[in-house]
C-alpha cells in the first residue's frame, strides 16, 4: 500500500471535440476506485463540458452522453473546479454550471498541479 | 465436493464477463468494499485490460490477488481483502 496519491486532470477541450471528452472523467472515476484522489480541472474551451445542459447532448459512438460519464465521476467522489478566467473569456456566468462544478482562478490551478503527483492534460 | 485441485473456495463472487475498462476495476472496488478483512473475492473477466488493471488496482489498494488465471471466458482472480 502507498500513501494517498493525487492525480489532477485538466481538460481543456469542449463540446465541439467529443472524442477528448470521456478520459479524464473514466480515469479520475477509476483513480478513486485505486484509492487515488483525483480532481477535473476545466480550463479555455473545457469550461463548456461543465455548463448546465451541454453535456447530456454530447455523445459518441456507442458511449453513454458525457453527461452520464460525469454523473459517474461525481457519484465516484471526482472534485471538479472551473476556471473563472476561461468562463469570462468564454462569456458564460457563474451560475450557468452544473453545481458540483466550483469555480476557481489561476493560484488554484497552479496550487493543484505542485500539489498533485501526478497530471494529464486532455 | 471440491478435490485438491479445484481453486480455492471464494466467499463472494464478481461476474464482470463482457464489462470492458473501466468497469472491472470499480466493480472489484465496490465489492471488496462490502467485504470484510480476510474475506476472498472471485472476480472473472473477459476484458483484456482486467489482469494489468487489476494488478494495478491492487497495488495502489494493499489489496491481495492470491491467484490469477486463464479459463474458457477469460481471466478468474481470487482477491483477499487484507485492509
Redesign the interface.
Known sequence: ??DK?KILYVQTSGVDTPKRLYSPF??A??AK????DATIYFLGSGVTVVKKGAAENVKEGSFPTVKEIINQAIA?GVKLSVCEQSCQLLGIERGEFIPEAKVVGAATLNDLVLDADGTMWF | MTDANSPERADQTLDCIGLY??MP??R???EIDKLAVGETLEVLADDPAAEADLE??A????QKILEMGKTDEGTRFLIKKT?
Open positions: 500500500m502507498i496519491k473514466v480515469l472515476m477509476t476506485a485505486m484509492g487515488i465516484a | 475498462c473501466p476495476v470499480i472489484t472496488n465496490d494495478a488496482w497495488k495502489r489498494t494493499g485492509k
